[in-house]
């Protein structure tokens, strides 16, 4: 079992940068894959980023290559994402999640089962 709490969403403008943290608690952290979807209002929710429990490989939306990084930091049981360049679009409430352990990483991880879920955190992006 594992639990997860976002933290670091806020406001930024158009063109600035925010870090969001995800603190997870449950012994098997260490060998979940974790990733990031979000949620804007009126629409679906969406893939944004994810990560191997190793941190080795990385997948992410075509929306936010290359201006969004997610990485992982096990002894401290957190994920996180670096948004750099924001663009209005990337308002949305942001979610963190993990795969149950043992999941096998695939080539599009959007499509990888998410077991568990954090309640999310807001940001806005303004011009």
């Known amino acids: 079992q594992v639990q997860l709490a976002e933290s670091g969403g806020g406001s930024a403008q158009a063109g600035g940068s925010l870090r969001l943290s995800c603190a997870a608690s449950g012994r098997t952290f260490g060998t979940n894959h974790m990733g990031w979807f979000r949620q804007a209002p009126g629409k679906e929710r969406e893939f944004v980023a994810a990560?191997?429990?190793?941190?080795?490989?990385?997948g992410y939306a075509d929306s936010v290559k290359g201006r969004f990084t997610i990485s992982r930091d096990n002894a401290k049981n957190t994920v996180y994402l670096q948004m750099n360049s924001l663009k209005l679009e990337d308002t949305a409430l942001y979610y963190c999640?993990?795969?149950?352990?043992?999941?096998?990483?695939?080539?599009?991880?959007?499509?990888?089962?998410?077991?568990?879920w954090g309640q999310g955190t807001q940001v806005t992006v303004s011009s």
């Open positions: 999640t993990a795969t149950p352990s043992g999941t096998s990483w695939s080539l599009w991880p959007a499509q990888m089962k998410y077991d568990y």
């Open positions: 990560i191997t429990w190793s941190g080795v490989s990385r």
